[in-house]
Nanobody, 124 residues
Framework: QVQLVESGGGSVQAGGSLRLSCVAS????????MGWFRQAPGKEREGVAR????????YYIDSVKGRFTISQDNAKNTLYLQMNSLKPEDTGMYYC?????????????????WGQGTQVTVSS
């Protein structure tokens, strides 16, 4: 059974940094696409970044380009999201997810497995 467990969230001031981790178990890590999503209160879940199998290609939404970096460590079965220069609008619950078919989208419905989320709060 596939399980994803996120960690690394917290409360920081604007301009600060956080590194999120997502450990996958019960799963052959390589060969699928993975992504990070976030959801602010009262808003829809939003795709933030995604990575191709093996980490060869990465993609970001415009609002986080140059500030966030998605990466993976296959040996540790772990996906990361390094978040720098955080802004209050980055506040939300952050989730990692697996897209078994690499449909190369940010549509939440295209992702097959999800973690429980880790909260990120950025104060001004």
């Amino acid at each position: 059974q596939v399980q994803l467990v996120e960690s690394g969230g917290g409360s920081v001031q604007a301009g600060g940094s956080l590194r999120l981790s997502c450990v996958a178990s019960g799963y052959t890590y390589w060969g699928h696409c993975m992504g990070w999503f976030r959801q602010a209160p009262g808003k829809e879940r939003e795709g933030v970044a995604r990575i191709s199998p093996g980490g060869g290609s990465t993609y970001y939404i415009d609002s986080v380009k140059g500030r966030f970096t998605i990466s993976q460590d296959n040996a540790k079965n772990t996906l990361y999201l390094q978040m720098n220069s955080l802004k209050p609008e980055d506040t939300g619950m952050y989730y990692c997810a697996i897209d078994l078919w690499c449909r190369s989208t940010y549509r939440a419905a295209d992702y097959n497995y999800w973690g429980q989320g880790t909260q990120v709060t950025v104060s001004s």
